[in-house]
């Protein structure tokens, strides 16, 4: 962690160290199963080592953090039965978000997803891994808004957290992320068009085959191993 780069957001100053801890285990700047030191996230962010320690205990209520007896702070390491329970999770919580947003999103959010749409029709390579990862990233945050549900937003927010922290496993293929691109839009169409029955059947498929994928990924990388960095 020692040549990392990072500039804290402007949230409250708890929030911040929060923020700039989840983003270095989102993408993997801090690697799965590396043991985190109170210590150096606190020289690395400027910052005392209190707020580093709430940040830790909030990061391990997301589960994106594990404590271990008289060893300390570890990232989550990842197994199979994470992914199977967070895909079982998610097929709970989003298709039923996602029906009660149906209908609730304004026009000009509407306009604002079919542009990032449109991008993405435009690029190629590193941009439209960028601008699919832009996409995705919204139509969740905007499906999390209009659910109208407070409870259910929290609820939300942490397991988008866990499945941005394992999207990134293979999501830099840009094949994966067309299909990903796809399969999202699809269910775009279905939800502005108020298809409801078309929009939880496409989103139900596109969950079942982004749990696939990354299971399929996670035996082909670490056949043999229980967990990576477990």
Known sequence: MKDIDFELDQSSFSDRVYNA?????????????????????????????????????????DGLVVFYPRRGAYAKGISPQDITELYELRR??????????????P????????????SCHLADGGDFIEAELLFDREIHKTINTYCNNTRLKEMLVNVDHL????????????????????????????????????????LEEHLDNRKKCLLDHFHMMYSGEEAVHS
């Open 163 to 202: 499945a941005k922290f394992m999207r990134i496993l293979h999501f830099d293929r840009e094949e994966l992320a067309r299909e990903n691109f796809a399969e999202h839009e699809n269910i775009w169409r279905a939800m502005i068009a108020r298809d409801e029955t078309l929009m939880i059947r496409l």
């Open 92 to 105: 709970c919580l989003e298709v039923f978000a996602a029906r009660r947003a149906v209908g609730n999103i």
């Open 21 to 61: 801890i989840l983003e270095l285990l989102i993408n993997h700047r801090i690697k799965p199963g590396e043991k985190l030191s109170e210590e150096g996230l606190a020289s690395l962010l400027q910052v005392s080592r209190t707020p580093v320690r709430e940040a830790l205990k909030r990061l391990a209520s």
């Open 107 to 118: 026009e000009k959010q509407i306009k604002r997803i079919n542009l990032m749409i449109e």
